[in-house]
């Protein structure tokens, strides 16, 4: 029977290595996103203006905050987890497949969300018809679709780190 592999070989393996990376790097293009997402609002009066007085226009607000907080600050919360943890608890993470479910399924959602705010707050500050009430309904409840996948996500992640603190506790 062979011993297992030493502790350092086993949490630098590197498709764990390269999903940890991929939480850091999703944060660097959720941030370059966001951050010029926030330049353009506030550099272009009439887009500032669109955001602010258009019927549905602050949906606009709404893709450009989770954007950024839930792609640049959560991806780099959770990329430094997912480093981190592990090597405080010295032990490797508890499933690496729930890791990359989580990526998946948080990018995703996320995604899903932000487009589906962006396309609510253009056409319903395009159209403030009676009609677009129904459409703008439907739109947001893809966005609680998306949402939940977010949430389930972030359940999963929690789920993760909680087993990988407790595994041979």
């Given at each position: 029977?062979?011993?297992?592999?030493?502790f350092d070989q086993r949490?630098?393996?590197?498709?764990?290595?390269?999903?940890?990376?991929?939480?850091?790097?999703?944060?660097?293009?959720?941030?370059?996103?966001?951050?010029?997402?926030?330049?353009?609002?506030?550099?272009?009066?009439?887009?500032?203006?669109?955001?602010?007085?258009?019927?549905?226009?602050?949906?606009?607000?709404?893709?450009?905050?989770?954007?950024?907080?839930?792609?640049?600050?959560?991806?780099?919360?959770?990329?430094?987890?997912?480093?981190?943890?592990?090597?405080?608890?010295?032990?490797?993470?508890?499933?690496?497949?729930?890791?990359?479910?989580?990526?998946?399924?948080?990018n995703i959602g996320l995604?899903?969300?932000?487009?589906?705010?962006?396309?609510?707050?253009?056409?319903?500050?395009?159209d403030p018809g009676p009609?677009?009430?129904?459409?703008?309904?439907?739109?947001?409840?893809?966005?609680?679709?998306?949402?939940?996948?977010?949430?389930?996500?972030?359940?999963?992640?929690?789920?993760?780190?909680?087993?990988?603190?407790?595994?041979?506790?």
């Open positions: 029977m062979s011993s297992p592999a030493p949490i630098n393996d590197p498709e764990y290595t390269t999903f940890t990376l991929l939480f850091v790097y999703a944060c660097i293009t959720y941030a370059i996103i966001g951050f010029s997402w926030g330049a353009l609002m506030g550099g272009i009066p009439a887009f500032r203006m669109f955001v602010d007085s258009a019927p549905h226009g602050h949906l606009i607000l709404l893709a450009h905050g989770h954007i950024n907080l839930l792609g640049w600050v959560e991806m780099a919360i959770f990329g430094a987890i997912y480093y981190f943890v592990p090597r405080l608890v010295n032990r490797p993470i508890y499933s690496l497949k729930l890791v990359k479910i989580h990526f998946w399924m948080h995604m899903g969300m932000v487009v589906l705010f962006s396309i609510a707050g253009s056409i319903g500050g395009y009609e677009i009430e129904k459409t703008v309904t439907h739109l947001m409840a893809g966005v609680g679709f998306f949402g939940t996948l977010v949430l389930l996500a972030n359940i999963i992640w929690g789920y993760n780190i909680f087993k990988t603190g407790k595994q041979g506790a």
